[in-house]
């Protein structure tokens, strides 16, 4: 099992932003995860991206309980990527923006030439490898974001609305991309959008949140 949850519960200022009895997630799947604005998306996504910590219950990732200490917490991330919504690029050209993963964790320069080429071509951004990351488009930016995340090869990607306020050529070129990485890498994905019609698309398993709490787990039909 990938991830699962026992009475995992998230609180804000006094007010309960999610409350999850039970949670399970598999490795290898895509799940898109439905709601509603406010609905608790982006809480889960931090909580799973070990980003934030519960205010109370037990999380696991690949069978063993996250303790929330700050060596468990870097050896665990480098295997989880989060995708934001609205993901920033940093100043100067696309190739350093996507390298950056890479460089952090020490990977020779020739390598991390390698594996930016590769994943540029993979988000279909290979002609803007020497580009100035601050003047793309929105769908651009996700596009080149995404493959910042893929390079480092996370076994888990989190991706917060990752189609929100993009054309409709970029949205279906981003859908597409993360059919591709499951299918090939096996990746597991999960997904928060605002579209069901995406979810059925995409996704083997489609959640349901609903004011800080899953109300149901719909399957493909």
Not at 19 to 31: A, P, T, V, W
Not at 169 to 192: F, M, V
Request: proline share 3%; net charge positive; charged share 25%.
């Amino acid at each position: 099992m990938l991830f699962e949850a026992a009475k995992l519960t998230r609180t804000f200022k006094g007010r309960e932003i999610l409350n999850l009895s039970q949670f399970k997630l598999e490795k290898g799947k895509i799940y898109a995860l439905i709601g509603a604005n406010g609905a608790g998306k982006t809480t889960l996504l931090n909580l799973l991206a070990l980003l934030d910590k519960p205010t109370s219950g037990q999380l696991f990732f690949c069978g063993q309980e996250v303790q929330y200490n700050r060596q468990q917490l870097l050896h665990l991330r480098r295997r989880i990527v989060l995708v934001d919504q609205h993901p920033i690029l940093f100043t100067g050209p696309v190739w350093k923006n996507v390298e950056f993963g890479l460089k952090v964790r020490g990977i020779a320069k020739k390598i991390r030439r390698e594996r930016t080429e590769e994943v540029l071509a993979l988000v279909g951004m290979e002609e803007f490898y020497l580009a100035d990351a601050h003047k793309l488009s929105g769908g651009e930016s996700k596009r080149i974001a995404l493959a910042r995340a893929l390079v480092i090869e996370p076994e888990v990607l989190l991706c917060d609305e990752p189609t929100a306020n993009v054309d409709a050529e970029n949205q279906e070129i981003i859908l597409q991309i993360l059919k591709r990485i499951n299918r090939k890498k096996q990746t597991s994905i999960l997904l928060a959008t605002h579209y069901l019609s995406q979810s059925r698309r995409l996704a083997h398993h489609t959640l349901l949140l609903e004011h800080g709490a899953l109300s149901e787990t719909i399957d493909p039909a």
